[in-house]
């Protein structure tokens, strides 16, 4: 069996992103000049990368998904972030690739020495979550900010 690599979609997780019913979805990979993204099949369910789907999107608005991208002249630094979990691995691959250790973060943004650690383990009991003093602190520390942006369609609803 074919093992995904990244979160994917099941077409019925692509239906009700897009409020369309399995017979258009269908029309919508037949069709070749909309371009819709190829499916990967296993044990007869369609499975869709959600980076192809987001990229779909973004060539809809005339929006070429490989260019580099920037935010008021600054160079973007991560991929959508839809969730607290998905701002931490970003912040943490940021801290990666700055190569700073977790305590050269602390010292940088004026931390408590260790705090960046628990920041980067919310889930854990000895985690905490950035609230509204520190995650200023944490971001400084990174050299990074936030930008929000319009989706061109509604999240998925993760709570069904």
Same mark, same amino acid.
């Given at each position: 069996?074919?093992?995904? #690599? =990244? /979160?994917?979609?099941?077409? +019925? !997780?692509?239906? &009700?992103?897009?409020?369309?019913?399995?017979?258009? $979805?269908?029309?919508?990979?037949?069709?070749?000049?909309?371009?819709?993204?190829?499916?990967?099949?296993?044990?007869?369910?369609?499975?869709?990368?959600?980076?192809?789907?987001?990229?779909?999107?973004?060539?809809?608005?005339?929006?070429?998904?490989?260019?580099?991208?920037?935010?008021?002249?600054?160079?973007?630094? #991560? =991929? /959508?972030?839809?969730?607290? +979990? !998905?701002?931490? &691995?970003?912040?943490?691959?940021?801290?990666?690739? $700055?190569?700073?250790?977790?305590?050269?973060?602390?010292?940088?943004?004026?931390?408590?020495?260790?705090?960046?650690?628990?920041?980067?383990?919310?889930?854990?009991?000895?985690?905490?979550?950035?609230?509204?003093?520190?995650?200023?602190?944490?971001?400084?520390?990174?050299?990074?900010?936030?930008?929000?942006?319009?989706?061109?369609?509604?999240?998925?609803?993760?709570?069904?």
């Amino acid at each position: 069996m074919k093992r995904l #690599s =990244g /979160p994917h979609l099941c077409a +019925r !997780d692509v239906c &009700e992103r897009y409020s369309i019913s399995k017979r258009t $979805l269908n029309r919508w990979m037949k069709d070749d000049a909309m371009g819709f993204p190829k499916p990967i099949e296993i044990n007869r369910i369609l499975y869709w990368r959600e980076k192809d789907i987001a990229d779909w999107e973004l060539r809809q608005q005339g929006i070429d998904p490989n260019t580099p991208q920037s935010a008021a002249g600054y160079e973007v630094v #991560s =991929g /959508p972030i839809g969730d607290y +979990r !998905d701002l931490v &691995e970003a912040l943490r691959k940021q801290r990666e690739r $700055l190569k700073l250790s977790v305590m050269e973060v602390d010292a940088i943004a004026g931390m408590q020495e260790g705090y960046t650690n628990k920041l980067e383990n919310w889930g854990r009991p000895y985690g905490r979550g950035a609230g509204p003093e520190i995650l200023p602190l944490w971001l400084g520390g990174l050299r990074t900010a936030l930008v929000l942006v319009e989706l061109p369609r509604r999240p998925r609803n993760l709570t069904a």
